[in-house]
């Protein structure tokens, strides 16, 4: 079993579309969970954090389920600008600092 | 807002060169990555550093491979003999005082083996 897993997409939405995005882990021991973007050629960047009871950060909602080991992501209102690949990354233990990357989900907003 | 930067952007050498890849990390920060991402594939962790020393390492990681931090600012890769395998970018990342939140990435450099 892949330790980050992720579909691949791509997802092709309409402008103001909901789309959501599932991940799930391997590891059930792992502590920090984020979603990372990256866009075409150019490096991860920090979308949210994921914590336990959930959280918000405007149109951007994570879920964390650790019984099931899965995280998601819910973006609202979709724009163009949400296109790109959303990473789902896990740090697998709490003795390491490195991070595990899922293969990424490709999101194209279309107008 | 505070960036990790990184030169070059694009080094293009011949197989068997040895290549050195340079980071500034985000002055503040303890705690130093190396990634790469082969064309198409996932981010993978190649070494951390912490302290001026190795705190992990993955088995991409070999002896071809050595990090260093030669004064207060840079941080460096280098792959001592290069294959065709090693084209890749490469991400340096930089964290703050605990290493566990958010990593700052780099814009990397991406490396091509001829």
């Given at each position: 079993r892949k330790e980050v897993e992720q579909d691949p997409g791509p997802f092709n939405v309409p402008e103001g579309a909901t789309v959501a995005f599932n991940c799930t882990y391997s590891n059930s021991a792992s502590q920090s969970f984020f979603w990372?973007?990256?866009?075409?050629?150019?490096?991860?960047?920090?979308?949210?954090?994921?914590?336990?009871?959930g959280n918000e950060d405007g149109r951007f909602t994570a879920q964390l389920n650790r019984a099931s080991q899965y995280i998601s992501l819910l973006i609202r209102d979709s724009k163009l600008?949400?296109?790109?690949?959303?990473?789902?990354?896990?740090?697998?233990?709490?003795?390491?600092?490195?991070l595990t990357f899922g293969s990424g989900t490709r999101l194209q907003v279309q107008p | 807002e505070p960036e990790v930067t990184q030169t070059?952007?694009?080094?293009?050498?011949?197989?068997?060169?040895?290549?050195?890849?340079?980071?500034?990390?985000?002055?503040?920060?303890?705690?130093?990555?190396?990634?790469?991402?082969?064309?198409?594939?996932?981010?993978e962790f190649l070494v951390s550093f912490y302290n001026n020393e190795i705190s992990?390492?993955?088995?991409?990681?070999?002896?071809?491979?050595?990090?260093?931090?030669?004064?207060?600012?840079?941080?460096?890769?280098?792959?001592?003999?290069?294959?065709?395998?090693?084209?890749?970018?490469?991400?340096?990342?930089?964290?703050?005082?605990?290493g566990l939140g958010e990593q700052f990435f780099g814009p990397g450099t991406r490396l091509t083996v001829l």
């Open positions: 990372y973007r990256q866009d075409c050629r150019k490096e991860p960047k920090l979308l949210m954090s994921v914590y336990s009871s600008s949400d296109s790109a690949t959303y990473l789902c990354v896990v740090n697998p233990d709490t003795g390491r600092r490195a | 070059p952007s694009h080094q293009v050498t011949q197989m068997g060169q040895e290549v050195i890849l340079r980071c500034v990390p985000i002055s503040n920060h303890l705690y130093f990555y190396w990634y790469r991402q082969i064309l198409g594939q996932k981010v992990e390492k993955s088995e991409i990681f070999d002896d071809q491979f050595s990090v260093e931090r030669p004064d207060g600012s840079n941080f460096t890769l280098k792959i001592r003999s290069t294959k065709l395998e090693d084209s890749a970018m490469y991400f340096c990342a930089s964290a703050g005082t605990s």
